[in-house]
């Protein structure tokens, strides 16, 4: 059993990374980011990483007019607990050919966020399969050569160099000059 389990998780991210990874079909979405519901996605290795991701919500609520944070948990022991604010996702999330269980399928289904932003630049299949099935107007990310095609706005920043209010504030920053631009 223990081998399965430690095989489970490279097998799975090896097919989850052949399955196309393109950003998906766009939908209306308000005019300001004011008016937008935003889900910040976030790759955690160890549940010491789950403090820091919550104070991220204050800050997402001054930009957006909804905002929800989803960690999703990429090591290979056992999970961290969901918190009050923060679910956690992982492997065991998404079946052995990388599609979305049941309790991920509720959430996709009630979620419809007008913008999905990863980050952090995680290189995993399942990282892959969660932007994917995400419904979002306008996906944005960390730039990573490998999943460039998962996004329609990408940022070069080093993720490990820069915290994740400072990245989120780069976001922001660059999609309101966008949206000021395109409606001038």
């Known amino acids: 059993m223990v081998i399965i389990n430690l095989l489970k998780k490279p097998l799975q991210d090896l097919l989850m990374k052949f399955d196309s990874g393109d950003a998906g079909i766009l939908h209306h979405a308000p005019t300001s980011l004011e008016e937008c519901t935003v889900v910040l996605l976030i790759c955690i290795r160890q549940s010491t990483d789950l403090n820091a991701i919550e104070k991220l919500l204050p800050q997402a609520?001054?930009?957006?007019?909804k905002a929800v944070v989803l960690a999703l948990y990429t090591g290979i022991a056992?999970?961290?607990?969901s918190?009050?604010?923060v679910p956690v996702f992982s492997l065991n999330d998404f079946t052995f050919l990388g599609h979305p269980n049941k309790r991920l399928t509720e959430l996709f289904s009630n979620l419809n966020a007008d913008i999905l932003i990863s980050l952090?630049?995680?290189?995993?299949g399942m990282h892959k399969q969660f932007v994917r099935q995400m419904p979002a107007s306008l996906k944005a990310g960390i730039y990573h050569p490998v999943f460039s095609n998962l996004f329609h706005f990408m940022l070069e920043l080093d993720d490990l160099k820069y915290?994740?209010?400072?990245?989120?504030?780069h976001f922001v920053h660059y999609l309101k000059n966008i949206k000021l631009n395109v409606h001038e």
């Open 61 to 65: 609520k001054l930009h957006f007019k």
């Open 78 to 81: 056992k999970p961290p607990l």
């Open 83 to 85: 918190s009050d604010q």
């Open 120 to 124: 952090n630049r995680c290189d995993s």
């Open 163 to 169: 915290s994740s209010p400072v990245i989120l504030d």
